[in-house]
């Protein structure tokens, strides 16, 4: 989709860096590292280019303040100028950073280490761990959920939030990352314990119309339940299909 000037939404690889490098690699309001982009004086409908100077981090749910009026962009210039991340210096536990790739707790077993595909379901990965990129200190989270039927309906790539369909929110609440789907159910509850571990409280999806379930005591891939198992130290922890 572009605007009136043929601007793509499709903002390039080396704009998206300059601007998380700006914003500390968090939400310039709050510091929070799963984020969207946004643009500013001018709007994108508005834009004739991607100007990172005209870009900025948001968490969804200050990006949806923004862009139901809730937030002015006055704020956002603002927290463009003075980033929140910078300010936090991921201090709090609402803001977490875990250097190179976190140790994950889930599936009932023993904590998985160094492993950046903790779980992968019929050759897709669930959720990946990459180390943090040149001049942070967070590791970058990917996560795919997909409906019933398969279809991709959100992603996390690289602490990028990615609505693919429906309607999605996100909340941080204490050292918890909650995704809600469309009807305010949560389908992933991330606990984080930096500079330790991350626990999957929760993860709802479904792969090739096999639903799928983690929480921190097991897993459940269609009929068969799992308890343990996974293994630290290798690329993927646990394989399935």
């Known amino acids: 989709m572009a605007n009136k000037f043929g601007l793509s939404r499709n903002i390039p690889d080396d704009v998206k860096r300059a601007v998380r490098q700006h914003c500390g690699f968090g939400c310039a ?32 749910t200050h990006h949806s303040m923004v862009t139901k009026g809730i937030i002015p962009k006055e704020k956002v210039q603002e927290s463009w100028a003075q980033p929140a991340a910078k300010d936090l210096g991921y201090s709090k536990t609402e803001h977490p950073w ?15 280490q160094g ?37 991709n ?34 389908s992933l509850i991330l606990k984080m314990n930096p500079p330790n571990w991350i ?10 119309g096999i639903p799928v379930k983690v929480t921190e ?9 799992f308890s343990g198992g996974l293994f630290s130290n290798c690329r993927v922890g646990f394989a399935f299909g």
């Open 29 to 60: 309001i709050c510091g929070t590292t799963i984020t969207e982009y946004e643009h500013f004086f001018p709007d994108f409908v508005d834009a004739s280019k991607h100007d990172p100077k005209k870009i900025v981090l948001l968490c969804p």
């Open 98 to 112: 875990f250097k190179g790739i976190p140790s994950l707790k889930m599936g009932g077993g023993p904590l998985v």
């Open 115 to 151: 492993t950046p595909i903790p779980i992968q379901v019929r050759g897709t990965n669930i959720i990946e761990f990459e180390p943090p990129e040149e001049g942070s200190n967070l590791a970058r989270i990917s996560a795919k959920l997909q409906d019933a039927s398969g279809n």
């Open 153 to 186: 309906i959100l992603s996390i790539d690289k602490n990028e939030w990615r609505v693919l369909s429906g309607s999605w929110d996100f909340k941080c609440v204490g050292n918890r990352y909650i995704f809600l789907d469309k009807f305010n159910a949560p």
């Open 199 to 208: 626990a999957i409280e929760l993860l709802l999806t479904s792969i090739d």
């Open 217 to 225: 005591e097991k897993l459940m891939i269609g009929s068969s339940t």
